[in-house]
């Protein structure tokens, strides 16, 4: 319409020049002048006086001429006009809260065929999108430090401008607009990878409901890229903590922006968790979940077990407290009667010749949990809230550390308590400046108590028996968490600066170790050890002791040890979004702690997305990063140390005793006459460094349709100052055991811990991410990968401490495909169905011989290769090849986790029928236009804190003022018998079998499938 108007204004200055002689009469035709043309338009323009030309041809040439031209000029002019009559106009102003004009914000129109159309706004914060053809849009603004505005159902007729206006509000203060958004489309916001997974609503009636199990399908939802220390969970972007009840949760996030410099770890397999506010409508809920033994199948490893049950009640409630407060109170309970399935092979008592036999049991172990979690939000003003959180955690559970080889004996029960306070300060201190203040301070007991303190005898791939050498442990922590982040909108940049605190205060009063073990290499060796003690008893000996025993240890010392370990890390990030295609992030972040050598860690992190094919919504996205991780050294470890320095605590281990199943004194080790006494202790290497991850990404991702993207991507992960332990007094190599030299005299073993580790990791990714409407949504990926190393994690040893890079091989982290696919199915009459398919290959397992070859005082030893068919002492054949048990000194064994295990495969499903009843309307939706800190983003813009919507778990959205929701809930539906990790012992009569069932999220511990009836009240 602007084009029409400006070829009616040119025509109105237009004047025929040149030597042309100019025509006498002007006259105007409805405000047009055109020269030697008269006409006269009366009224409506009915009458007209005649044409008066004059005789002169030459004139009637020279006037007529040019008369013509513009007439025909007239009728291309209002042919145009006429097309463009036919076609729309949408323009508006974008401004703030306050009324000011926002520049610079992207405007977006998509029609109902999908086609888009973009601008940006003046200075002036106004927009004109000109040419639409006539038809329903959907407008979309996006602004830097502002929450997205979105409107739908927009007509634009011809002719007739559509004006839309948008206040945009601060990125904290959430309002939708649009409730349901049914469309998937790519973006190039760091924020917003393909590759992420965010989990809320009802596709999280896919997971889980019971805490431990939720923990599970997470972490296996984060695991094709989790590297050799698994999914890290954030709770409200806290480390660590429990994982809050399934129907506290308002969504779950997965990879996303794995390259920002906001965190610490690694950015792919990250789980950053988010909980849900108060709300300014009532709203609760009620669930109970049942599940008995009569319903679910039979475990094949024992054939008699006792009836085991879980009980499980949940229960919510929130909404407001005056008009500037709102609170959110949840809670659950648990209790399970479980059963652990021992599996062993002992010696069978009863048998004069003590044979041995296959041994099998059920013990029931009852278990028991309760959390509680009050919230309140506190809007202080228009730009400031203040969030206070409790939670209350406390666990009990009996006669665990049972199964496997582990047999009824090693039983113990343990009581944990946690109490967590948490107070969040968020404030928009301007409409570019965000600032937000975290604070969390746990305290944590636990005290584990063994049911048998005898001492405890270990035979390799055989059984555990005795008392449990876990001892009585009492352990208090003090755990405090600071955190501060700033966020700054500066024209097209989004600066992100900010820090962490971690400390931890731990007291620990343990018995480890204190009633000694036993260990033999074999059940041969032990049947003729316990054949000669009962011919010394039958002789009528007295006080029999008898040798057999590989290996006795035994901790004496000062029970008590405390520690104290912070870690401070601080970071800048600037994301700039280029283009409107194109956004870049570079941010730096520094780290350090204390108990080890290096103070100074630098870890830069890039990331690059670059839209093809459209500047404000892409079909294609290239996305790429780079970035430098690194992992702390953890209290465990400098705890371990700290014991058990040779001063305050020492374990002391002597090389074939004669004395079993006596126990002496550590004092009266060194008077007997059989077998090595030498003191044991552990050390931190005075070079130690934290583990560092180099991380690198290229990806593409796809728009196939509106409601459904893809995204491919190739990653690459190097780690070196990986952790392991090493015997630094091992002998010398080729002096074990004629006649060994200790490179530290009789100082006695050197458990050091050291970073010379490495691994090298490459994978391919793919994922996809499918929402069709409310009804319709599937997401998951499959990931090739393919790692190697020489560390198992920092109290892994290797075989030979000599030579740490002979340990380099396959990881024990490589499971070489990896599939994960989640969603939900609405169907009619109320009914919906949510599935979860996981699908492992055979992860690697260790096969080693039961001995020490070397002088370690470590059972780690592994076997040589034989040629196919070979035959002769030490040699033995499987199924997983054919190997030396003697090998030279010089010869080359196998590398670690050499053997792979089965692979896995679940279906779990959950099928729910949903009954509303109640007035219509009255119940609260979604959070009711409460703003509240949320992790989805980390400041203003692209990093804006914003909040997510309830999901059909929590207080959602529903037109009926009540709903009962009935769920029958099956995980691994198909009974698939999901194996655990084959036994890796080459002496074992069951090397290379399995003898349990794999942990969840495959299987539980007491069956293949478990069927769980729930009922959930909605109000």
């Known amino acids: 319409m602007g084009d029409a108007h400006s070829a009616r204004s040119s025509l109105r200055r237009r004047r025929f020049r040149g030597s042309r002689p100019r025509c006498q009469d002007d006259r105007q035709i409805k ?60 323009r508006g102003q974008i401004t703030d809260p306050s009324g000011a004009a926002i520049s610079a914000a992207t405007v977006t129109v998509t029609d109902s065929q999908g086609a888009t159309k973009q601008v940006q706004t003046n200075e002036q914060g106004q927009y004109v999108l000109q040419g639409l053809p006539a038809g329903t849009y959907t407008i979309k603004v996006q602004a830097i430090g502002f929450v997205d505005f979105e409107k739908g159902s927009i007509v634009i007729a011809p002719g007739s401008p559509q004006v839309v206006d948008a206040k945009l509000q601060v990125a904290m203060e959430k309002q939708e607009i649009t409730v349901n958004d049914t469309t998937n489309r790519l973006s190039v ?12 609503g009802k596709d999280l009636g896919a997971f889980s409901d019971d805490p431990e199990d939720l923990q599970a399908d997470l972490q296996a939802l984060a695991g094709p890229a989790a590297g050799p220390n698994g999914g890290q969970i954030y709770i409200d972007g806290f480390s660590g903590g429990q994982l809050p009840p399934k129907s506290d949760i308002l969504e779950v996030r997965v990879n996303q922006n794995p390259f ?83 599996n062993a092979i002992v010696l069978d008592l009863l048998d004069p010749a003590f044979a041995p036999i296959p041994f099998s049991q059920a013990v029931l172990d009852p278990q028991a949990r309760t959390y509680l979690g009050p919230r309140v939000d506190f809007q202080l003003s228009p730009s400031h809230v203040l969030s206070v959180r409790y939670q209350f955690w406390h666990e009990s559970k009996n006669k665990i550390g049972i199964g496997q080889f582990s047999l009824p004996s090693q ?26 203040t975290k604070f969390q301070s746990k305290y944590g007991r636990e005290n584990d108590t063994p049911e048998s303190l005898l001492p405890a005898v270990v035979v390799l791939g055989a059984f555990t028996g005795g008392g449990n050498s876990l001892g009585k442990n009492l352990i208090t922590q003090n755990t405090y968490q600071l955190q501060n982040l700033t966020s700054i909108s500066v024209g097209k940049h989004a600066l992100a600066l900010g820090g962490r605190l971690r400390d931890v205060d731990e007291v620990d009063y343990a018995t480890r170790g204190y009633n000694g073990a036993f260990t033999f290499s074999s059940i041969n060796t032990y049947l003729t050890a316990e054949q000669a003690l009962e011919h010394c008893n039958a002789a009528g000996g007295s006080a029999c002791a008898v040798s057999g025993a590989s290996q006795f240890t035994i901790t004496a010392g000062n029970p008590i040890a405390q520690l104290n370990l912070f870690d401070l890390g601080l970071f800048g990030e600037d994301q700039w979004r280029a283009r409107p295609n194109l956004s870049l992030s570079l941010g730096l972040r520094v780290e350090a702690q204390n108990h080890i050598h290096d103070h100074a860690d630098i870890a830069p992190r890039v990331g690059l997305a670059w839209g093809l094919g459209g500047a404000g919504n892409p079909r294609t996205v290239l996305r790429a990063g780079a970035g430098v991780f690194y ?48 003191p044991t202790k552990y050390h931190i290497d005075s070079h130690l460094q934290a583990p560092r991850t180099r991380q690198a990404a290229i990806g593409i991702e796809q728009q196939i349709s509106q409601h459904a993207t893809a995204s491919v991507t190739y990653l690459n992960s190097h780690g070196v100052h990986q952790l392991l332990t090493r015997n630094i007094n091992t002998p010398l190599p ?26 090298n990791q490459n994978q391919i990714i793919t994922n996809f991410n499918i929402r069709m409407g409310t009804k319709y949504s599937i997401f998951g990926y499959y990931t090739l990968s393919f790692a190697n190393s020489n560390t198992a994690g920092p109290d892994s040893f290797p075989m030979n401490p000599y030579d740490v890079l002979a340990d380099y091989g396959r990881a024990a982290f490589d499971v070489r495909h ?83 295990g089965p692979g896995q495969f679940t279906l779990n499903l959950r099928l729910s029928k949903t009954l509303t009843f109640g007035n219509k309307g009255a119940r609260s939706q979604g959070t009711g236009g409460w703003w509240w800190p949320s992790r989805k983003g980390k400041g203003l813009g692209e990093r804006g804190l914003s909040a997510g919507e309830a999901g059909s778990s929590g207080a959602g959205s529903s037109e009926s003022r009540y709903s009962l929701q009935l769920s029958l809930a099956a995980r691994n539906i198909f009974n698939f018998v999901n194996l655990g990790t084959p036994v890796g012992n080459l002496t074992s009569r069951i090397f290379g079998r399995s003898n349990s069932l794999a942990p969840s999220p495959f299987s539980s511990l007491s069956a293949p499938r478990r069927l769980d009836f729930q009922a959930r009240f909605t109000f």
């Open 631 to 678: 992992d702390r050294f953890q209290e465990a470890q400098v705890l371990q140390a700290e014991r058990l320095d040779g001063v305050n605590e020492q374990e002391f281990v002597a090389s074939s005793p004669c004395f079993f199943p006596n126990v002496p004194s550590p004092s009266e080790l060194s008077t007997l006459n059989c077998g090595q006494s030498v």
């Open 260 to 342: 920002s410099a906001e965190y610490d770890t690694l950015g792919y397999g990250r789980i950053e968790v988010t909980t849900k506010p108060g709300s300014s409508k009532l709203h609760g809920q009620l669930f109970a979940d049942g599940s008995n033994s009569d319903f679910n199948s039979r475990n094949p490893f024992v054939t008699k077990q006792p009836p085991y049950h879980l009980a499980y009640e949940d229960a919510n409630v929130g909404g407001p407290l005056g008009k500037k407060a709102s609170f959110f109170l949840y809670g659950f309970r648990r209790d399970m009667q479980d059963s652990s399935i021992v």
């Open 31 to 90: 405000g047009r002048t055109v020269r030697g043309l008269h006409t006269q338009f009366k009224g409506s323009g009915t009458s007209a006086t005649a044409w008066n030309i004059r005789k002169d041809g030459g004139v009637f040439r020279k006037c007529l001429g040019p008369a013509l031209a513009a007439i025909l000029a007239l009728f291309f002019f209002s042919s145009a006009v006429l097309a463009q009559s036919l076609e729309g106009v949408l």
């Open 818 to 900: 990896r599939l994960f696919m989640g969603g939900s199915v609405g169907l009619p009459r109320g009914f919906s169905l949510s599935p979860l398919v996981i699908a492992n290959s055979g992860a690697p397992f260790n096969i080693t011989l039961g001995q020490d070859l070397l002088g370690t005082s470590i059972f780690n030893a592994r076997p040589a290769l034989a040629p196919p068919g070979a035959t002769g002492p030490g040699i033995v054949a499987t199924p997983f090849g054919t190997f030396d048990t003697l090998p030279a000194p010089d010869e080359s064994v196998i590398p670690p986790y050499y053997g792979a």
């Open 734 to 759: 080729g002096t074990y055991p004629l006649d060994p030299v200790y490179p530290f005299g009789n100082a006695g073993n050197i458990f050091q811990y050291e970073s010379d580790g490495l691994f």
């Open 411 to 436: 039983a113990y029960d343990t009581r944990k308590t946690e109490h967590i306070f948490e107070i969040s300060d968020t404030q928009v201190l301007s409409p570019r400046i965000l600032n937000q």
């Open 189 to 200: 916001s760091q924020e917003n990878n393909a590759s992420a997974v965010v989990i809320k």
